[in-house]
């Protein structure tokens, strides 16, 4: 049974395209939808814009920066999995507080 032309330009297209789509935007920046690349596979959601500070025992407070974290972590932003990593990335904090998105709270490390 041979394959025909056709069959393959579509199976090409159908698979080949999006999984490599897919492979350059986790490796850049997660899996995040971007109007960039509108044809590549997006898993998640968009999620309003997020920020995150930090309070440390003494009650000094400072902007933490989720992009230190690696891409797909910080694209999967669903309850406590974000602040939890950056609990464990600064030990010195006692609570993290989420601003902004669809789910803002207060989460003790």
Do not use: N
């Given at each position: ?12 297209l ?89 789910q ?6």
């Amino acid at each position: 049974m041979r394959v025909r032309p056709v069959v393959l330009a579509v199976a090409v297209l159908q698979l080949a395209l999006p999984i490599s789509m897919l492979v350059d935007r986790w490796a850049d920046e997660g899996s995040r939808p971007v109007s960039e690349r509108p044809a590549s596979w997006q898993m998640y959601s968009a999620e309003p814009p997020v920020s995150y500070t930090g309070t440390d025992a003494a009650g000094r407070t400072r902007q933490l920066d989720a992009r230190q974290l690696p891409p797909v972590l910080r694209a999967v932003d669903t309850g406590r999995f974000l602040p939890d990593r950056l609990c464990a990335r600064h030990p010195d904090l006692v609570r993290v507080e989420r601003e902004g998105g669809t789910q803002p709270g207060i989460f003790a490390c």
